[in-house]
């Protein structure tokens, strides 16, 4: 991600991207993303918590870094 520059267009199109790659995988074999036999409970998972985080680079990268910038 730091090679992206903090540019939030190229962030939200990573994001979307690698957020495809996970819902094709969990077509693929539900069960291997999933610690418990519930495979559904593993993709929201692991799906809300890597949209946080494309969510929280987004807000940081919103207005240039001006918020990295006064810390």
Not at 16 to 40: E, Q
Not at 42 to 57: D, E, H, K, P, Q
């Amino acid at each position: 991600m730091s090679a992206l520059y903090f540019q939030k267009e190229l962030v939200l199109i990573v994001g979307g991207f690698i957020d495809i790659v996970i819902i094709i995988s969990y077509t693929i074999n539900p069960l291997a993303m999933a610690n418990s036999t519930n495979a559904a409970s593993g993709l929201t998972r692991i799906l809300v918590y890597f949209n946080v985080a494309i969510i929280l680079i987004f807000f940081l990268t919103n207005g240039e870094g001006i918020w990295l910038t006064q810390l």
